[in-house]
Nanobody
Framework: VQLQASGGGLVQAGGSLRLSCAAS????????MGWYRQAPGKQRVLVAR???????SYADSVKGRFTISRDNAKNTVYLQMNSLRPEDTAVYYC???????????????WGQGTQVTVSS
C-alpha cells in the first residue's frame, strides 16, 4: 500500500491550498483517513480526519477554515485549506487506516509529507 500526497506549496497569508492524498496497492477497505501536520521543532498533530461513513473532525485551530473530504471510489482524501495563516506552516502528512485483505486487522499507512508554507 502506498499513499501519495500532493498539493503543498508556498502561499500568502489569507490564501488557499488544496491537498490530495491517494491510496493505492492491495486494499480491501479503508476506514479513517486524515491529515496530520508537523511544524519545525514541534510534534506531529492531527489536523482533520474523516471516517468511511463521512463523519469529520478537526483540530480547534483549523475549524471553519479547513475542510476534509474523501472520494471512496478513488481511495483519495482531500484537505481544502482556506484563510491560511503563517502558523499553518508545516509538513502535512496524510494517513489511512486500511484493511488489505478481508477478515484481517487494519493498519495505518502514511504518505510522504508535503510542505505547506504560508508567508505573512
Amino acid at each position: 500500500v502506498q499513499l501519495q500526497a500532493s498539493g503543498g506549496g508556498l502561499v500568502q497569508a489569507g490564501g488557499s491550498l488544496r491537498l490530495s492524498c491517494a491510496a493505492s496497492g492491495t486494499i480491501f477497505s479503508i476506514n479513517a483517513m486524515g491529515w496530520y501536520r508537523q511544524a519545525p521543532g514541534k510534534q506531529r498533530v492531527l489536523v482533520a480526519r474523516t471516517t468511511s461513513g463521512g463523519s469529520t473532525s478537526y483540530a480547534d485551530s483549523v475549524k471553519g477554515r479547513f475542510t476534509i473530504s474523501r472520494d471512496n471510489a478513488k481511495n483519495t482524501v482531500y484537505l481544502q485549506m482556506n484563510s491560511l495563516r503563517p502558523e499553518d506552516t508545516a509538513v502535512y502528512y496524510c494517513y489511512a487506516n486500511i484493511v488489505k485483505y478481508a477478515l484481517t486487522y487494519p493498519n495505518n499507512y502514511w504518505g510522504q509529507g508535503t510542505q505547506v508554507t504560508v508567508s505573512s
